[in-house]
T-cell receptor
């Protein structure tokens, strides 16, 4: 059973606009959340994270929002750039989990 | 360069060959992982090593054999693979297995089985 879901397999956005990537999780004991970015034929690279004691964390163009009551995580990229085109994975840990659990990924395409 | 180095970057092998993938990290991490990523599929966790001891094996066929001789090196030995094993194989390491410091991934080995 998938504990972390990214329901949109793909997303297309115009350059300069906002990209919003979503992630839902099932276990309320998860307390740390991360986003990774992956280019084709490369390994995922860490982008931004958030602890469950916060509801927002910002780093430049990237902001992660956490809604614990809804068990929902989102990544906002603004303004979007063509170089942001990649697969984005959310990941989480906490509770009895002994490893990071990754979502299925969302392919973001930023159109020039 | 992420601090996790994987070699080779690309590998083509026949179904009767034996080859090995190598992963090396000098980040002082205690846990190392093998993941498989097939086309348009999510990351699949294959093996987890913590302090050089295998702690997880996710129902991976025996034609994949991991080895962790020390905390800095991880190998994946391959033999009699099938064409459906063609994928990107990713190594990762972490300071703690639970992931509170994140995982650091290598660039992967693109494996093609012919």
């Amino acid at each position: 059973d998938q504990q972390v879901k990214q329901n949109s397999p793909s997303l297309s956005v115009q350059e300069g606009r906002i990209s919003i990537l979503n992630c839902d999780y099932t276990n309320s004991m998860f307390d740390y959340f991360l986003w990774y970015k992956k280019y084709p034929a490369e390994g995922p690279t860490f982008l931004i994270s958030i602890s469950s004691i916060k509801d927002k964390n910002e780093d430049g163009r990237f902001t992660v929002f956490l809604n614990k009551s809804a068990k929902h995580l989102s990544l906002h990229i603004v303004p979007s750039q063509p170089g942001d085109s990649a697969v984005y994975f959310c990941a989480t840990t906490g509770g009895a989990t002994n490893k990071l659990i990754f979502g299925t990924g969302t392919l973001l395409a930023v159109q020039p | 360069e992420t601090g996790v180095t994987q070699t080779p970057r690309h590998l083509v092998m026949g179904m009767t060959n034996k080859k090995s993938l190598k992963c090396e990290q000098h980040l002082g991490h205690n846990a190392m992982y093998w993941y498989k990523q097939s086309a348009k599929k999510p990351l699949e966790l294959m093996f987890v090593y913590s302090l050089e001891e295998r702690v997880e094996n996710n129902s991976v066929p025996s034609r994949f054999s991991p080895e962790c001789p020390n905390s800095s090196h991880l190998f994946l030995h391959l033999h009699t693979l099938q064409p459906e094993d063609s994928a990107l194989y990713l190594c990762a390491s972490s300071q703690d297995q639970r992931g509170y410091y994140g995982y650091t991934f290598g660039s992967g080995t693109r494996l093609t089985v012919v």
